[in-house]
């Protein structure tokens, strides 16, 4: 297919789709493969291979909900096998696509099978990227797959549970101290979950802790938290994270991560750590990392191939038809890809830039094979939404005009109803539904499991476990208010009670007394 310029209309398609039946292969079973695969599900001229190195379809906006313990694995995924079962021209592999032979037109899978294709369609997405330290990938887990989210489940929940058991303040301090770093959608939503957590789900969870007294801290490195959406909406979001204690510094770079610190530079909350430069330290054992992705081994394998180009992503840069320039054969599509949108900006990796990426070169290969001219990929942009704790929320969706800047309720209530919607499965709306609503009602998080195999890391200083206070009339014969609870340590009793509780430091980050408010 030759190159056109990018405001013609109709592209006449230069590249020939002789075989019948046409075979293509998609390799990625996630928005853009799996869109992709659906589009060309009924169409008896195509032999369909869908190869991913997953079973499932994971629907990754849900992932941080896993991490944060208010869904469960299961609930966000959805077998491939299961999703295109009713597509007679469609075989589902189970495998990793690990070269790519242009002109064989086929690909190698790791364990040796190559895969002939007439078209490839290469939805791979994206992982995260630690920028040029990859030492902080185990200090600082990222959120991109269902291991990454119970990874982090775990580490979350264990750093209360240490917390609790540990007698010296600073270090109790540390394990409550959690740093997310990157003010996008995924970190704006962790924290917000976090700051959720500590305040109100685990309220009531502890004995020698107070899980509000826990610090979360944002790390954005640009000046402003949310970058995509427009100023006004940074703002709110941050306003909406701070009254669930979250502190957010902005203009502040991480530096370095160990086992038990963050080392930040740069502009920091007002009066905070890092303020005016200086590097200076967080302490903390639990870091999150959603900063910076970078292109799929596979796609950068196929750029290689192909001699195609790419962005310092390693993302593929496709032509106005989703194909690698010189290879009509081979569309990029999704996170895996630059694909075109405006003059300055491409499609932004997002759920919408894979799934029209994915349909629209699904509509290519039709048109082709029907001899017909196509249109080059326009991408729609269907507006964004991020949601921070309950109930709370911002979106940017240019085409509601006014209504579709919203904020708290409005916004929270958007962000379930779009979500549902594009959730993979009836049974898994159905469960999540009700999930949400149950959660609602109860304050709760259902699935806070810790698994893994170490399942305390040792604790430098154990203390005994603090005992539940005694009410009046929990003992025979105790009726008199404070005669027994005396004689029990409580939380505020219990041994170095007082002096080290964890304040937020927050321009509203809550002390004890503002637990109540999120109850
Ligand atoms: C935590 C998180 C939250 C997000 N929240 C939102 C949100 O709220 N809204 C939004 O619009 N977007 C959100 N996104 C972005 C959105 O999920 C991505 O833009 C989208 O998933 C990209 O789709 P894709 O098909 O390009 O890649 P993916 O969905 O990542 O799918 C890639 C697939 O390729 C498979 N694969 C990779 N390499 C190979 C290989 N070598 N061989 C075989 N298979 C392979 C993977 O197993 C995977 O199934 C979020 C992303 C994350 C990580």
């Known amino acids: 297919m030759g190159r056109v310029n990018l405001h013609s209309r109709w592209m006449a398609s230069t590249y020939e789709t002789p075989r019948l039946p046409h075979r293509v292969t998609v390799v990625g079973g996630g928005f853009g493969g799996l869109y992709a695969a659906r589009s060309l599900g ?156 500590a305040h109100d ?34 703002r709110s979001a941050q306003r909406q994270l701070e009254r669930l204690g979250v502190e957010v510094q902005t203009g502040t770079r991480v530096v370095d991560i160990t086992e038990r610190s963050v080392q930040i530079v740069g502009g920091g909350a007002a009066g905070s750590a890092g303020a005016g430069g200086s590097p200076s ?28 180009e790419t962005d310092r992503a390693g993302r593929v840069i496709v032509g106005p038809d989703l194909t690698i320039p ?33 349909s629209y070169a699904a509509a290519v290969i039709r048109r082709r094979i029907l001899h017909r001219p196509v249109q080059p990929f326009r991408y729609s942009d269907r507006g964004d939404v991020a949601v921070i704790g309950r109930l709370a929320g911002v979106t940017n969706i240019g085409w509601l005009g006014p209504f579709g800047r919203q904020s708290g309720f409005l916004a929270w209530a958007l962000w379930l109803g779009i979500h549902l919607l594009y959730l993979i499965g009836f049974s898994n709306r159905l469960v999540v539904l009700i999930r949400w609503a149950w959660s609602f009602l109860t304050h709760g998080r259902g699935t806070r499991l810790i698994t893994g195999t170490t399942l305390l890391p040792p604790i430098e200083e154990p203390e005994p476990p603090v005992l539940a206070p005694v009410e009046p009339g929990d003992l025979p014969g105790s009726a008199a208010p404070g005669s027994a609870s005396a004689a029990i340590p409580t939380p505020a009793a219990g041994p170095g009670r007082s002096s080290d509780t964890v304040t937020a430091t927050g321009a509203a980050g809550p002390g004890p007394s503002s637990d109540s408010e999120f109850g």
């Open 326 to 358: 010189g290879h009509p054969e081979i569309f990029v599509v999704g996170d895996a890809a630059v694909q075109p949108w405006k003059a300055d900006r491409p499609t932004p990796g997002v759920a919408q830039g894979a799934i029209q990426g994915g």
């Open 201 to 234: 789900t685990l309220k009531r969870d502890f004995r020698a802790i107070r899980p509000g007294e826990a610090k979360i801290v944002l790390v954005e490195a640009l000046d402003r938290i949310l970058p995509p959406y427009p100023p006004d909406r940074s």
């Open 42 to 197: 009924i169409d008896p001229e195509v032999r369909l291979t869908l190869v991913d190195r997953r079973n499932f379809h994971l629907f990754q906006p849900l992932l941080y909900q896993v991490a944060t313990g208010a869904l469960s694995p299961g609930e966000i995924a959805q077998p491939l096998r299961s999703v295109l079962r009713r597509q007679r021209n469609t075989t589902v592999i189970l495998g990793e696509a690990v070269g790519l032979d242009p002109e064989r037109r086929e690909i190698l899978l790791a364990d040796g099978g190559p895969i002939a294709y007439d078209t490839l369609i290469v939805a791979t997405g994206a992982h995260h990227s630690y920028f040029d330290h990859p030492g902080w990938a185990s200090l600082a887990p990222g959120l991109k797959t269902i291991e990454d989210a119970t990874e982090i489940r775990r580490r979350i929940l264990i750093a209360f549970e240490a917390a609790e058991r540990e007698a010296d303040p600073e270090r109790r301090r540390e394990w409550m101290t959690f740093v997310v770093v990157g003010g996008g959608p995924t970190g704006v939503e962790l924290a917000g979950a976090l700051g959720e957590i």
């Open 281 to 308: 330290e967080i302490p903390s054992r639990t870091v999150l990392w959603a900063a910076g992705v970078r292109a799929s081994t596979f796609a950068r394998t196929v750029a290689a191939a192909t001699a195609a």
